[in-house]
């Protein structure tokens, strides 16, 4: 995805700065070309060599070479990026960069930057959260950057906290997502259910479903990417998203589903309620283990769950509602009626006959229905699947707010 991508590296004088140039080898591999410009500070915990061997290119340090009187192109550097990324980025460059300071030579080519510009912030946990951090994190996405948040975990320092860059892999998944979903997403906040909830019928034995959750973590994920505040309600011992900062509350049973979203539902700007939510639970599932011999299961009397889906349709509700479904012959009419009767925006329809899609599988196909179109979403990884429905939903809010 990031083949023949052209990426500036901005590294500033920060202790992650010596991960880079792995991040480099991985940006590389996946065929982007790299150039890098650099703080002299940095060059305290990366050397300009490595830098420049990993890279394939030149290092700039300094736009001013003060023996040979040469000047680099600065704009030219800018120009040249599809995507400039700065990373590690101190406290301190932030600060430069959102109060428009050039004195370094990551600053004065940012200042340049006609492309996205990805911030990825790391330092110690108590000057990320302290309040000029703060401001100027909010001043700095006010502008437009995109921004990768630093990790909880343990500082150079000896603490444990938030402010740990996130690993080169992970730097290489959001960026290659963040490259290909729409930036309608920015600041959105999304609210997504992933997994197969699960009944109890007595304190051992459960009913559910083959859900593994794998693709509303693959929205989760994406729409992370792509700048949105996201919350993941994932049923327990489904599949956890890649990334830490995803907020994620973990439920077991369609109640505790419903209750969860319900309580955040209005401040969202889109829902998608990609669970597999059981349609029946055991009424008061029993306390003791039930036993063979009573033949205690051949008693279970079932009532219907609420429809968590079609209860978040009311009218005028401020978030794009986009529900899934999981058909035995994926009949595209018969979707058309369900999108109608659960009033959602939108339904993304996956059939059982469909080999490489549906439950458990790593790729998918689905058909996405809108009120007003049909989208054929041909067999690929769950994560470009994701893009493409991400896409989509953004395509049609900006459609409709044009109305
Ligand atoms: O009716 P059906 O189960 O086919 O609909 C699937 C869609 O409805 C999914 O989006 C699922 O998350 C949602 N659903 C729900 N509450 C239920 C059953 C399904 O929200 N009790």
């Not at 590389?28 to 002299?40: F, I, M, S, W, Y």
């Not at 960069?97 to 004065?108: E, H, P, Q, R, W």
């Not at 999304?190 to 929205?219: C, H, W």
Request: aromatic share 6%.
């Amino acid at each position: 995805m990031l083949a023949g991508k052209r990426i500036l590296l901005g590294i500033t004088g920060g202790i992650a700065a010596y991960k880079i140039p792995e991040f480099i080898r991985l940006l590389r591999a996946e065929g982007a070309e790299v150039k890098v410009v650099c703080t002299p500070q940095s060059l305290d915990f990366v050397t300009p060599l490595t830098l420049a061997t990993t890279s394939g290119n030149p290092v700039v340090v300094s736009l001013f070479d003060a023996h040979s009187g040469t000047w680099v192109n600065h704009v030219e550097l800018a120009l040249w990026a599809d995507v400039m990324v700065i990373a590690p980025l101190t406290a301190n460059s932030l600060a430069g960069l959102v109060n428009g300071k050039t004195d370094n030579a990551v600053l004065v080519t940012a200042l340049c930057t006609r492309c996205p510009v990805v911030l990825v912030p790391a330092m110690d946990h108590d000057m990320w959260e302290h309040q000029s951090t703060l401001n100027n994190i909010q001043k700095a996405e006010a502008m437009g950057y995109a921004l990768m948040r630093p990790e909880y975990g343990a500082l150079a320092s000896g603490l444990i906290g938030q402010g740990r860059m996130p690993e080169p892999p992970a730097m290489l998944q959001f960026l290659t997502l963040f490259q290909q979903c729409h930036s309608w997403w920015k600041g959105k906040k999304v609210l997504i259910s992933s997994g197969g909830t699960r009944e109890a019928i007595d304190p051992v034995r459960f009913i559910s479903n083959q859900s593994s959750g794998k693709m509303g973590v693959a929205l989760a994920e994406a729409a992370y990417c792509a700048g949105a505040q996201v919350t993941l309600v994932r049923t327990r011992g489904s599949k956890m998203p890649y990334f830490k900062n995803i907020n994620c509350i973990e439920v077991e049973t369609a109640l505790q589903m419903q209750s969860a979203i319900s309580g955040m539902a209005n401040e969202q700007d889109v829902i998608c309620m990609a669970a597999a939510v059981a349609d029946f639970r055991v009424d008061q599932p029993s306390l003791q283990k039930l036993k063979k011999k009573d033949q205690g299961l051949n008693h279970l009397i079932w009532v219907e769950n609420p429809d968590i889906l079609k209860g978040l349709a009311q009218e005028n509700r401020p978030y794009f509602l986009l529900g899934f479904a999981l058909e035995s012959n994926g009949n595209v009419q018969d979707a058309r009626l369900k999108l109608l009767q659960k009033g959602a925006d939108a339904l993304a329809l996956n059939s059982l006959t469909d080999s490489g899609a549906g439950f458990g599988t790593d790729t998918n196909k689905m058909t996405l229905i809108t009120h007003d179109s049909t989208y054929e979403l041909s067999l690929k990884s769950k994560t470009e699947i994701a893009v493409e429905i991400l896409n989509i939903v953004a395509e049609c809010k900006l459609k409709s707010s044009q109305v």
